[in-house]
């Protein structure tokens, strides 16, 4: 009972954690290794009650399933992936990407194929351990395989041949349908056991002591869980309910699938993840195999491979904002659900969340999905979930074996409190996740269709970026000759958040010029101008605050002497600012050249400062460091003020091609 508490306790907080950082994980690998952790916990407990010696713990955990799991799971990881690979590539060298000419040929015999399969490893193989089919109905299955296979192929191929052929129905969506069912069962077969398996083993525990009579749990032998348990039907059925409710109704579950989606899509654009080393290896590595392989193929293979995989998308079309076709629908559908079928009627150990995410990263590599410029991010973003599994493991088994040990010497007043720990911890994790889901939507409410409302849209973004620089910059300066550490390693934070959100903004570059008509050309080349110069406004502030943050870090010792310039230094770039918002506030563009002026004149205090600066340290020969830390610090500010006229006379530019019938003032408030 120990065990399984500390299991569920874990694995609650565990499974939860990820799902508000929105990364798949893995249900099998957090309840195996959870289980092992406990295990050893209580194992050791016991052990060192009855004998000093624990050097026999070996005896009483099962390392050679736990290592054989490992192993199985791992595998089942390369497999799905280069399983996914090899079938999206074949099945799209037949279909291409034009499906309105080859689906006619082959989309009858390929529903077929699909649909049999699956009908085959989730009936067919799935049938043996079912408790719903009776023996003689399994007895006749299994005599007359090959006869209900070609049937089923037989008779299906004919089917959606007909529907092809006399419908304007598409099979691809059947073929998906179904996958989808295929899919949700597997995962039942698997993810089901893992939701259920350990607080039913818990109750069959309570059932077979409160059975015995016995007075002493200790010294009490678990052999009953030994046998194999029947499951009832009412746990089964709630556990589902639980679980449809969960993904329908779950922004976190949400999340999740959103995080698959992004890494698989066809389309480029705003990437979650930053690239990492390894990515760019991969990448690097990956580009100087194909050009290899290229010099030795002939060049009609090539050319006709290359007319099978031409992604032309009609941006016409209102379905060319999906992630990916049909085509590749299917196939991940189809694969996964097959694999973990296999897997579970062989009764092997695997993960059905990796089986199903690395088949649709196979699938989406087969497809050309990640192209040059999204390659590092894909397989960085790859790679992060992939460690998230030994990171899992490694929670999983920690958390697990500290719980089993506080519950074991606490008992029940430990138990309360770390349930009521764990529902405060939901708790705050539900508002987080929250507050981040209304931060993101209102960054995706801002993507507005007509060219007039970008460019309103884009003036509320200057503005509120200077207002957000300037309040980061006139705070750094303060805060660093205070020697606020803190307050400095909060204002970077914020840093790096506005020069994601600008980043974000120049991601989706291609998909807002598109927005434009012909006739707004020019305005487009004005608006790129203005993004660009918001980013590097962003940049020499980064390179503001990271040397003021760094100074403090080191410990290093601030200038008193020069403390008074520079706090004068940073009222007038504060009133510098004041100026300028005010001027974009209202609108009053005929002052723009007095704040040219201004900014003049604090690039001309700057050099003072600097000069000055020279000046105590060939006297003093003292201060190298901080001296170092200000020459940066200023001349990225003097950056700062060059971009921000820059980006402000882009953006008046900008809002020069607004027509005059347009109020935005009311825009901006709608």
Not at 13 to 23: A, E, H, P, R, V
Not at 284 to 307: A, Q, W
Request: overall charge positive; some cysteine.
């Amino acid at each position: 009972m120990v065990i399984f508490l500390s299991v569920m306790l874990a694995n609650i907080l565990l499974l939860d954690f990820f799902n508000t950082l929105g990364l798949p994980t893995s249900t099998t690998i957090s309840i195996v290794f959870g289980i092992l952790g406990a295990a050893v916990a209580v194992a050791m407990m016991k052990v060192k009650a009855a004998d000093p010696g624990i050097d026999n713990i070996g005896n009483y955990i099962n390392i050679e399933n736990s290592v054989l799991i490992i192993i199985g799971i791992f595998l089942s990881i390369v497999i799905a992936f280069n399983v996914g690979f090899i079938v999206q590539w074949s099945v799209r060298l037949v279909f291409s990407f034009n499906q309105g000419t080859t689906l006619k040929y082959w989309g009858g015999i390929w529903g077929g194929f699909a649909i049999t399969a699956i009908l085959y490893f989730l009936l067919i193989k799935g049938a043996k351990g079912s408790t719903l089919i009776s023996p003689e109905a399994l007895n006749y299955i299994q005599n007359n395989t090959a006869i209900i296979l070609l049937f089923s192929f037989t008779g299906w191929t004919i089917i959606f041949q007909m529907l092809i052929t006399f419908t304007r129905i598409n099979v691809l969506k059947i073929t998906v349908l179904v996958g989808t069912f295929a899919l949700a069962m597997a995962f039942a077969g698997n993810d089901l056991v893992n939701f259920i398996g350990v607080p039913l083993a818990g109750f069959e525990s309570f059932k077979s002591f409160s059975a015995s009579g016995n007075s002493d749990p200790g010294a009490y032998m678990m052999e009953s869980l030994s046998e194999p348990v029947n499951t009832p039907i009412f746990f089964l059925v709630i556990a589902g309910i639980i679980m449809v409710l969960t993904l329908g109704l779950s922004k976190k579950a949400k999340a999740v699938t959103a995080t698959t989606i992004d890494l698989s899509r066809q389309s480029e654009g705003s990437e979650r993840f930053d690239s990492s080393s390894l990515a760019r290896f991969i990448v690097r590595v990956t580009i100087e195999l194909s050009k290899g392989l290229r010099k030795i193929s002939p060049d009609g293979l090539i050319k006709f491979v290359k007319s099978r995989f031409q992604a032309d998308i009609d941006f016409a079309n209102k379905e060319y904002k999906l992630a990916f076709d049909l085509v590749r629908a299917s196939v991940n559908l189809v694969v996964a659900s097959i694999l973990i079928a296999i897997g579970t009627s062989l009764k092997l150990p695997l993960s059905t969340t990796y089986v199903t995410f690395m088949v649709a990263m196979g699938t989406s590599l087969a497809d050309g999905a990640w192209g040059r410029d999204s390659a590092v991010y894909r397989i960085s973003g790859v790679l992060t979930v992939v460690g998230g599994w030994f990171f899992t493991a490694f929670i999983a088994f920690l958390a697990s074996f500290l719980i089993a040990v506080l519950i074991f010497f606490g008992k029940m007043p430990v138990i309360i409190a770390l349930i009521t720990l764990s529902g405060y911890i939901l708790l705050r994790t539900h508002a987080f996740h929250k507050e981040k889901s209304e931060i993101k939507n209102t960054t995706n409410s801002k993507m507005i269709s007509a060219s007039y409302q970008v460019l309103i849209s884009v003036d509320n973004e200057v503005r509120n970026s200077i207002i957000d620089a300037s309040e980061i910059l006139n705070q750094t300066y303060t805060f660093f000759l205070k020697e606020k550490h803190k307050k400095l390693k909060l204002l970077r934070k914020e840093c790096k958040i506005l020069t994601k959100n600008i980043k974000h903004i120049r991601e989706e570059i291609p998909n807002t010029l598109k927005k434009f008509e012909e006739s707004d050309l020019e305005s487009g080349h004005h608006y790129v101008q203005v993004v660009t110069y918001m980013l590097e406004m962003c940049n020499s502030l980064t390179h503001i605050v990271q040397p003021a943050f760094n100074h403090l870090d080191y410990n290093h010792a601030t200038d008193k002497e020069q403390s008074g310039s520079l706090l004068e230094f940073n009222a007038n770039v504060n009133t510098f600012f004041v100026s300028l918002i005010d001027m974009l506030k209202n609108r009053q563009y005929h002052q723009f050249d007095d704040i040219v002026l201004h900014r003049d004149k604090l690039i001309n205090l700057i050099n003072e400062i600097l000069y000055n600066r020279v000046k105590i340290i060939k006297k003093t020969q003292k201060g190298v460091k901080v001296s170092v830390t200000y020459v940066e610090m200023l001349s990225e500010t003097k950056n700062l003020l060059l971009n921000v006229v820059q980006l402000v006379k882009a953006d008046v530019k900008l809002q020069g091609f607004l027509p005059a019938e347009v109020n935005p003032e009311e825009i901006s408030t709608q």
